[in-house]
């Protein structure tokens, strides 16, 4: 591996398409469309990692029956996903959603207490990170009903949703921010999500449960469903693609 560092007014990156077999392409969207510019061999092709967008879904009934040492393991997990990248990794969940129950009230106190806490041990939060939130809260509110659920402080942030807007992703922020939204079955989501969506961070769904959901609604969207705390565990196959056969050209002899 060659990694190459050059001003972003340089030509470097027409000579490096120029002669590309495969160009890969991982940045933003912007990013993406600036490179796009220089071109590539006729045979050639672009495989992109473009602007991507990340949910999360729980399962209030298995927060509750789950043991202390389970829901500090949940907590330490999510703040893997979050924080520790600040949400700026693509596959960070931003909005949470919850299936309706009777026991949702606790089971929502007992899952954010125990990510605070988790939180409040490992995490520097900086000044600008908590006018970015706050700035961030006042423009979802300009835009949509919600509820600011409270917290001991602004480590976590959390706007209740009364609504689903279809472009909720337009509202993302970084550094423990999120929406949550109460369901009555994961259907719910399907309005929308989009080709942008890709990764769905679980907790308390059967993988059975998980296959029928994508099956039936058959997305754009969401190339990943995995348990929380494996969404920036990187795979082969990411984005849909599956890397190794993209990748490869295969000669035939008959």
């Excluded at 706007?159 to 993302?172: G, H, Q, T, V, Y």
Aim: charged share 25%; proline share 3%; hydrophobic share 40%.
């Amino acid at each position: 591996i060659a990694l190459v560092r050059y001003d972003r007014t340089s030509d470097v990156s027409a000579y490096f398409s120029s002669i590309a077999n495969v160009r890969i392409i991982w940045g933003g969207d912007a990013t993406i469309q600036t490179i796009r510019q220089n071109a590539i061999p006729a045979r050639s092709f672009d495989v992109c990692f473009a602007d991507r967008y990340s949910i999360g879904a729980i399962n209030p009934m298995a927060i509750m029956k789950a043991g202390d040492a389970e829901i500090k393991k949940l907590a330490e997990a999510f703040y893997n996903d979050t924080y520790l990248f600040d949400q700026n990794a693509c596959s960070a969940p931003h909005t949470i959603f919850w299936l309706s129950d009777e026991c949702l009230k606790e089971a929502k106190n007992r899952f954010w207490t125990a990510v605070h806490e988790c939180v409040s041990a490992k995490y520097q939060l900086q000044a600008v990170m908590s006018v970015d939130k706050l700035t961030a809260f006042y423009r979802q509110a300009i835009c949509m009903n919600i509820k600011e659920e409270q917290m001991p402080d602004n480590m976590v942030v959390r706007a209740e949703l009364s609504e689903l807007p279809k472009n909720i992703e337009d509202f993302r922020c970084t550094c423990g921010y999120f929406s949550e939204k109460t369901i009555q079955s994961l259907d719910e989501i399907t309005p929308i999500v989009t080709i942008k969506y890709q990764t769905l961070g679980y907790y308390g769904f059967e993988r059975k449960e998980l296959v029928e959901f994508v099956r039936r609604n058959r997305f754009l969207g969401l190339d990943r469903v995995v348990p929380m705390g494996e969404t920036t565990a990187f795979a082969l196959t990411w984005d849909g693609y599956n890397l190794i056969d993209t990748f490869t050209r295969r000669p035939s002899v008959l």
